[in-house]
């Protein structure tokens, strides 16, 4: 969904177009599929703004934001964090500030369906042609978000359960809509967890905050866990990095490596004969040792 293609009419104008090739895409967004995880599954391409919506009627959860973020950052395209229902939520100022707290770098939207003017002030950032795509949770607006910024778009939206709140898989596969002023927008049904698919550079770009720290570690390959010498750890001892968020980014980070191996068979022999070496010379000092 979203590949841009050329194609040519036919000689009549009832004929049937003909596709002549499907353009490169610029952007990508991917997450491992379903199930094992093993096989890319590319939500959207070309998209050049990826809205992240979460609903301000459950608490904020930070570490989904931060895998979201990564992910998007990862596709080439720009986040921006949408919070909806603000007008069930009590403390929408603090909620803010967490936010951006979490989202370093990223906008931060605040709306409600019933607010038209939290509306509007989302619609100016909407750009002719530009394709934004929307990716969140079951139920937290993204169709009621579509309807309200198009004047045609008719996306079913339903209910949230009132027990826990939780979407009902209303949106079932990715509907593009064009709206006033030529901007598109992507409907996507709702995820609860997008899995990482080869995410490197997003993960800094999520964390830059972390990532700053990482050119002042003793060690260029540090892995920010027990080294001494660590920026990053320090900063945790000083608080200035908060360790759940700390714990997240390592999380992550192993998340994307483990999946690094899986997609690529040849970095992981070479991690399998790095490990192999590592342990021989271990045996060898080990054997050394012995020795004395
Ligand atoms: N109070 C309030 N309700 C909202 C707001 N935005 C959406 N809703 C309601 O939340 C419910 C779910 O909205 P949907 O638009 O279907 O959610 P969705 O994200 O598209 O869900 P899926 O298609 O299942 O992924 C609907 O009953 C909406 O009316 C809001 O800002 N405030
Ligand atoms: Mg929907
Ligand atoms: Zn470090």
Request: glycine share 8%; charged share 25%.
């Amino acid at each position: 969904m979203g590949d841009w293609a050329m194609l040519t009419p036919g000689p009549e104008p009832a004929d049937p177009w003909t596709v002549r090739c499907v353009l490169d895409r610029e952007s990508a967004l991917a997450r491992g599929a379903a199930g094992t995880g093993a096989t890319e599954h590319v939500l959207a391409a070309n998209v050049d703004v990826v809205w992240v919506v979460q609903g301000l009627d459950t608490p904020l959860n930070p570490r989904r934001i931060e895998r979201y973020l990564a992910v998007v950052w990862e596709s080439g395209a720009a986040p921006a964090l949408v919070l909806t229902k603000s007008d069930l939520c009590a403390d929408v100022d603090r909620v803010r500030a967490e936010a951006e707290r979490i989202a370093v770098g990223v906008e931060v939207r605040v709306l409600s369906s019933t607010d038209p003017a939290s509306i509007s002030s989302l619609r100016t950032t909407l750009r002719p042609a530009g394709t934004v795509a929307l990716v969140g949770p079951s139920g937290v607006g993204k169709s009621t978000l579509v309807n309200l910024l198009s004047s045609t778009a008719e996306a079913a939206t339903s209910q949230v359960r009132s027990g826990d709140r939780k979407g009902r898989h209303t949106t079932t596969r990715r509907e593009l809509y064009r709206i006033a002023g030529g901007a598109l927008l992507l409907d996507t049904p709702g995820v609860r967890e997008l899995r990482l698919w080869s995410v490197e550079d997003g993960l800094d770009q999520a964390f830059p905050d972390i990532e700053t720290l990482t050119g002042h570690c003793r060690f260029r390959d540090c892995s920010h866990e027990t080294e001494p010498g660590c920026a990053v750890l320090a900063a945790e001892a000083a608080g200035v990095i908060d360790p759940d968020r700390l714990r997240s980014y390592r999380k992550l980070r192993a998340e994307a490596e483990h999946q690094r191996l899986k997609e690529d068979p040849l970095a992981k022999k070479a991690a399998l004969s790095e490990r192999k070496t590592a342990l021989k010379t271990m045996k060898f000092h080990q054997k050394d040792r012995a020795d004395y």
